[in-house]
C-alpha cells in the first residue's frame, strides 16, 4: 500500500479585529495555531491586513487555504462560502504603479500567478465568511463568530485526517 504524504499547507488568515466583524479571518487563524499545532506540513499565518506578504507565502506551499470577511452577500451574517482563489482574484492591470500598502489579497494572488509562474501553488482555496457590521469596535457579533467556528471545526477535521 503507498501511503501518500500530507500536503505542505498554509493558512491565511486576514481581517481587522478592531473593525467588528472584520476579524473573523484572524479568529480562524489564532483558533488553527493552537489546534493545529504539531499537525504535520501545515503552518497558519495572522496575516492581519497584510495583503503584500501572500507572495512570500505561496512558493514555500502546495496548498494554500485563505480565509476572510465578505460584506454585502444578502446572507445572513455567518453564512460561509468555499470556493476557488481562481474566482475571486482581481484582474491585474498592467500598471508598473501599484500601491503595495493598498493591495488587497486577491490582487496579490493575480500578481503571485504571474509573477511565480510554475512555483504558483497547484490548489488554492478561500472560504469568506458573510458579516456586516465592520465599524470600530473590538469583538465579532455571535453570528459571525458561530460561522469561524464552523470554519475552524472544518479545518481542523480535514488537516488533521489528511
Known amino acids: 500500500m503507498v501511503q501518500t504524504l500530507p500536503v505542505s499547507t498554509a493558512i ?24 493545529l499545532e504539531g499537525v504535520e506540513k501545515c503552518q497558519v499565518f495572522d496575516m492581519g491586513t497584510s495583503a503584500f506578504e501572500v507572495l512570500f507565502q505561496l512558493k514555500a506551499h502546495e496548498r494554500i487555504i485563505l480565509v476572510d470577511a465578505v460584506v454585502n452577500t444578502g446572507e445572513a451574517t455567518g453564512t460561509i462560502y468555499r470556493l476557488p482563489a481562481s474566482e475571486v482574484e482581481a484582474q491585474i492591470e498592467e500598471d508598473p504603479l501599484v500601491f503595495l500598502h493598498g493591495l488587497k489579497w486577491n490582487q496579490a494572488l493575480s500578481y503571485a500567478r504571474k509573477i511565480l509562474g510554475g512555483d504558483y501553488p497547484e490548489e488554492v482555496e478561500v472560504y469568506l465568511i458573510s458579516v456586516e457590521d465592520t465599524r470600530f469596535n473590538v469583538g465579532m457579533s455571535d453570528e459571525a463568530k458561530a460561522g469561524a467556528d464552523q470554519v475552524v471545526a472544518l479545518l481542523k477535521e480535514r488537516l488533521q485526517n489528511e
Open 12 to 35: 491565511l488568515g486576514f481581517g481587522n479585529p478592531v473593525r467588528a466583524d472584520d476579524g473573523v479571518g484572524v479568529y480562524v487563524a489564532q483558533q488553527l495555531q493552537e489546534a
